[in-house]
């Protein structure tokens, strides 16, 4: 079965802190995994898939299928920053997501 | 600009009541998916379609339908509706051919049952 776990509901740091939001996942194949945000008013949007191996908005996730893990960080938070970010999963050929719980950020100034 | 249009933003419906949710993508999409939003779950996928009258279930879909008559319409139908359908309901779309393909969304529709 497929399944993402963000461990953190609620992720609380100061402007200008590193962040990392956590995410783990549950795939017996190779999966893709992104990270789409909620901006406060707006809608769910891509931030970074990890094929597309960039940064964006100083943004960046490595895939580590050792630990089956797809962690988000950034090492200067911005208050921007705040808002809802969730990880979503998807198997070999699927058309497709899964989705995490979601991670609320909270950027403190 | 990419598009994908909800009916309503809010909605206030009855218990038994029928519901009809619309979402319409105009980026000629394959590919259209309909999710409901709660804090705490994140995103689970009722229904997507990847064609015209096509439809396979999500990971939810108890008590909903869906409808897909045109490419770029796809419509939730909540048989009778219930307070436990009372969420915050996403729709969207992507190309077909792998979810390489970013999911465009709308902008939601807050749904209240009472």
């Known amino acids: 079965a497929q399944r993402v776990t963000q461990p953190e509901k609620l992720l609380s740091v100061f402007k200008g802190a590193p962040v990392e939001l956590k995410c783990n996942y549950s795939y017996s194949g190779s999966p893709e995994l992104f990270w789409y945000v909620q901006y406060s008013r707006q809608r769910l949007q891509l931030l970074l898939r990890h094929i597309s191996r960039e940064s964006i908005k100083g943004f960046t996730a490595d895939l580590n299928k050792g630990e089956t893990s797809f962690h988000l960080k950034k090492p200067f938070a911005q208050e921007e920053d705040s808002a809802m970010y969730y990880c979503?999963?998807?198997?070999?050929?699927?058309?497709?997501?899964?989705f995490g719980q979601g991670t609320r950020l909270t950027i403190n100034p | 600009d990419v598009k994908v249009t909800q009916s309503s933003r809010y909605l206030v419906k009855r218990t038994g009541e029928k519901v009809f949710l619309e979402c319409v993508q105009d980026m000629d999409h394959e590919n259209m998916f309909w999710y409901r939003q709660d804090p705490g779950l994140g995103l689970r996928l009722i229904y997507f379609?990847?064609?015209?009258?096509?439809?396979e279930k999500g990971d939810i879909p108890e008590g909903y339908s869906v409808s897909r008559e045109k490419k770029e319409r796809f419509s939730l139908i909540l048989e009778s509706a219930s307070t436990n359908q009372t969420s915050m309901y996403l729709c969207a779309s992507s190309l077909w051919g792998g979810s390489s393909y970013e999911q465009y969304f709308g902008p939601g529709t807050r749904l209240t049952v009472t």
């Open positions: 979503a999963l998807s198997g070999q050929g699927a058309q497709k997501l899964v």
């Open positions: 379609s990847y064609d015209v009258k096509m439809k």
